[in-house]
């Protein structure tokens, strides 16, 4: 298949030949609009089991896109995702609804996954909707003048990673951490300083850029 088809058009592809094993990817990162980190990342596969894919588990989920254009503007991408479990909506109430969040899209081959993408294209949200356990984004093309740069804030008295992720390390029993280093559910709490992600040597001004 040519790499430069679009998402749209290997939908469609994929509904004449139902015969090839295409899995439509979703990471989905979602930003905490107070610090514009990512918080954590979501991996959905539209399949009816999960998708392990560069060592990511893709969670079975049920999602379509929506495609449209108004004559003379430009053409407009929304998805649709059920949530039944509303694991989704509840992290939209936390972070805003979503909006900024980062959505890639990977059409892999099922009956290869060691082998690179087909198609892979990159959207933000625009805007969200919930209702009766459907989350619906309004995506756009992704606008680098959006992203923080550098990257990474480097926080006197507030961990930067994501709690129990790879960098901050805890694998203990606690359910959730406030990402300070002394606070009541900090990472002195949790034994965890060696891997504080704050910086407690920096200045005053509490913040900078790395």
């Known amino acids: 298949m040519p790499k430069n088809l679009s998402v749209a058009d290997i939908i469609e592809k994929n509904k004449l030949y139902s015969n090839t094993p295409f899995v439509i990817l979703l990471d989905v990162e979602i930003i905490d609009p107070a610090t514009g ?39 407009n991408v929304s998805i649709s995702i059920t949530d039944y479990q509303n694991s989704i909506q509840g992290l939209l109430q936390e972070y805003g609804g979503g909006l900024g969040s980062h959505i890639t899209v990977f059409v892999v081959n099922a009956g290869n996954l060691t082998q690179a993408p087909d198609n892979i294209e990159y959207f933000d949200v625009i805007t969200a909707t919930t209702s009766n356990y459907v989350v619906e984004w309004s995506l756009g093309a992704e606008n680098i003048l959006t992203h923080q740069f550098p990257k990474r804030k480097q926080f006197k008295d507030r961990c930067s990673w994501r709690y129990a992720g790879a960098e901050c390390g805890y694998a203990g029993p606690l359910p959730s951490c406030d990402l300070s280093l002394d606070g009541p559910n900090g990472c002195q709490y949790h034994n965890n300083t060696p891997n504080f992600g704050g910086f407690p040597g920096i200045n005053a001004s509490n913040v900078r850029y790395a």
Do not use: C
Not at 39 to 58: F, G, K, M, W
């Open 37 to 75: 980190l990512v918080n954590q990342t979501i991996h959905l596969a539209r399949n009816n089991e999960d998708v392990v894919y560069n060592s990511n588990t893709y969670v079975k989920s049920s999602f379509e896109f929506k495609f449209g254009a108004e004559a003379g503007e430009t053409p």
